[in-house]
């Protein structure tokens, strides 16, 4: 068995004729964080979706924790420790931000009908462990202060903590973020960049990234993936990737 | 004091003008000639009253001025009791109006109850339809074929296996929540008009067939002497049946028809309470965040690990399960069923309460079953025009409040002392 927490592949995604995506390949190890960059269209958010199940892809395996998972639905994917954010925000924004968070503890929660109707004590102790889950990320985050305001109120760099605060209280292994850095200032960026890299490190897990902002990309990561047009382009340190001819060529722009 | 004299004592001068002019005198026709007639003493005594309170607050209205300035202070205290006050004061009120629930037939007319009895079983109805339709954000046009699960269900083993009412009920609800998940299964996978449309037809296949089975349903012709709900085994009835005990026997007093009526009315307001609590601990529960959730982003839910399809699910089953409740205790009410009560019309009116009352809020929702079950009554001279009225009031309510009279406010649960 390969120490990889996630691999993908030999990758196809089609739509009709069109090919989004061709042959991508890539392995995410344990505590790393893995990025996905490429010009715009190149099919990265195709990836994406693929993984965490919003398609099902036409070709090619993906194995999460050595456990194949290609086809399998949204919500399943999920909830083998398999959590993503999305290119625009998408909180519960009429709900509060400790509403967003409890949400997305529901799986862990005792759903039991009866339970809750009654309020039995193991129902109280799971909605406080919820509570505290909850509590303690929103400190992390540094939204603790907001905890009781509706989500769509918050800025828009706060919403995108939250958003990475509302998939860690899931408990995940692997994040996915897509383009978390969209639409933050350089302030906010730095911040964003500070919380990954404390995801890796106290938090043991793995992030995939997509991003656009270079400079969080080549800052934090420890492997990076190029894609272009759909079809892989490079692979490796973000030096590797830096001096690669190619690379340069189709991202950075020739000079 | 001085500077205020003058003003007062003109605003007094022209209140005293205005009313005399229009209330004061009339001008009456006799014969050819117009004549000036006066008010009675008693109309000149209100002029004088109103005239005399005019000056006196035009003359103080710089001190009332203060005094209304130091006023908001207790007003928001007072009037708008503070946040923790109103969660105090809560569980006095909704004891007050429970208590106020069981009084009031006694005091009023046997046809009185009997309307509020009906009034509850469309509450109730709305109650459970807002679960689906507020909560979840389905739309379920078919609402009404779960109320005739459940008033079936009680219908047929009363008749042909003697179970009593309080055995049935619980059966009504469990079989009709079957139904809506078997329904709900295939699909809940659909979105918005589809769902709506499949619903309608299940409404409608329901209906037919209750229509065309007719050596077990009797068809058009109904299902008759259907029994009355028991309290503890005693019937209100004017004679026992066999091997029964009547109420009035029981506690040696007169038969007095009006006894069965109110208590069919405090079983539907104990319907009516269990459904409120239900659904007031649904909404706080796991379960009803995440239908809130759903109903806002159902792809993020999805990334997060929630199953949609069993959220959904869990709405339609419970949303049905009351409306068998409803159907049941219809079915013991009526004494008769047929597939008759059960039409498209009986969900839109449904619907229609659910809309008007404000999708979601409990409180709007009792408001409109109210108003939507009393006003016909009220207004029988215009039976013809019952249906132009109703649709009327639904245009102007989509134009005036399309949010409904009371939209939902959900209970945020909040963080203490963060």
């Known amino acids: 068995m390969s120490d990889n927490l996630l691999e993908v592949s030999g990758l196809m995604m089609r739509f009709g004729g069109l090919l989004a995506v061709d042959n991508v390949s890539l392995q995410v190890k344990p505590r790393q964080i893995h990025s996905v960059i490429g010009p715009n269209g190149a099919g990265k958010t195709t990836v994406f979706n693929c993984i965490s199940g919003f398609y099902s892809p036409s070709g090619g395996a993906i194995r999460y924790a050595g456990k194949a998972i290609q086809g399998l639905t949204g919500h399943r994917i999920s909830r083998l420790g398999l959590v993503r954010t999305f290119q625009h925000v998408r909180l519960f924004s009429s709900m509060t931000v400790i509403e967003n968070l409890l949400v997305a503890q529901h799986r862990h929660l005792n759903t039991n009908y009866f339970a809750g109707l009654l309020k039995t004590p193991s129902y109280r102790r799971r909605e406080q462990e919820a509570m505290e889950r909850a509590t303690s990320w929103l400190r992390q985050v540094g939204l603790l202060e907001q905890a009781n305001r509706e989500a769509g109120n918050l800025s828009y760099g706060q919403q995108r903590r939250l958003e990475i605060a509302r998939c860690m209280v899931t408990e995940p292994g692997l994040l996915m973020l897509d383009e978390p850095a969209a639409g933050l200032n350089p302030r906010e960026t730095s911040e964003l960049d500070q919380l990954i890299l404390r995801l890796r490190d106290e938090q043991d897990i793995a992030v ?48 | ?27 009456e026709q006799v014969g050819s000639e117009l004549t000036v007639t006066g008010a009675d003493p008693a109309t000149w005594g ?70 509020a009895t009906l009034t509850l079983i469309y509450v109730m109805l709305g109650l459970g339809l807002n679960i689906v339709v507020g909560f979840a954000g389905l739309l379920d046009l078919g609402y009404v074929a779960f109320y005739a699960v459940g008033a079936y269900t009680y219908a047929l083993l009363s008749e042909y296996f003697g179970l009593s009412f309080w055995v049935c009920l619980p059966l009504a609800g469990l079989l009709a929540a079957t139904f809506g998940c078997i329904l709900g299964f295939p699909v809940l996978r659909l979105r918005g008009d589809y769902l709506a449309i499949v619903t309608l ?91 809130e959730a759903l109903r806002e982003d159902e792809i993020a839910c999805r ?58 809020s409990q409180l709007g ?54």
């Open chain 2, 303 to 360: 990334s997060l690990g929630l199953n949609p399809t069993v959220i959904k699910l869990s709405a339609f089953t419970m949303g049905a399960a009351f409306a068998g409740f409803a159907g049941c205790f219809f079915a013991a009410r009526q004494g008769f069923i047929s597939p008759e009560s059960f039409t498209f019309i009986e969900s839109a009116i449904i619907l229609a309460i659910v809309v008007l009352g404000g999708m979601g």
């Open chain 2, 201 to 291: 037809g299940f409404g409608e296949i329901i209906r037919i067939l209750l229509n065309n089975w007719t050596n077990v349903t009797g068809g058009p012709n109904g299902i008759g002497g259907i029994d009355k709900p028991t309290l503890f085994g005693l019937e209100f009835s004017r004679r026992a049946s066999d091997g029964g005990e009547t109420f009035h026997q029981y506690f040696g007093i007169e038969y007095v028809s009006s006894h069965k009526v109110i208590f069919l009315y405090l079983v539907a307001v104990l319907l009516v309470l269990l459904t409120l609590y239900v659904i007031n601990r649904v909404q706080r529960m796991p379960i009803g965040r995440a239908w």
């Open chain 2, 1 to 27: 004091m001085q500077r205020a004299l003058f003003p007062a004592l003109f605003a007094a001068g022209v209140t005293f003008l205005l009313t005399c002019l229009v209330i004061g005198v009339k001008l």
């Open chain 1, 208 to 255: 995939l990234l997509i991003e656009h902002d270079m400079g969080l990309v080549m800052g934090i990561s420890d492997h990076i993936t190029v894609i272009n047009q759909g079809a892989p382009l490079a692979d490796g340190t973000p030096e590797q990737i830096l001096a690669n001819p190619d690379v340069i060529k189709a991202y950075l722009g020739e000079s």
């Open chain 2, 46 to 115: 209100w002029i004088a009253t109103a005239v005399v309170i005019v000056f006196l607050v035009q003359l103080f209205q710089s001190p009332l001025g203060t005094l209304r300035r130091r006023l908001p202070a207790i007003e928001a205290h007072g009037l708008l009791p503070g946040h923790r006050l109103r969660e105090q004061l809560r569980p006095w009120l909704i004891a007050l109006v429970i208590v106020g629930l069981c009084v009031w037939p006694f005091m009023v007319s046997r046809g009185a109850v009997d309307l």
């Open chain 2, 365 to 418: 929702i009792i408001m409109a079953a109210i108003a939507m079950t009393i006003l016909p009554e009220l207004a029988r001279e215009f039976q013809e025009y019952r249906m132009l009225m109703f649709g009327g009031v639904m245009v102007l309510m989509m134009l005036w409040r399309p949010q409904g009279l009371l939209p939902m406010k959900r209970p945020h649960l909040e963080l203490k002392n963060p």
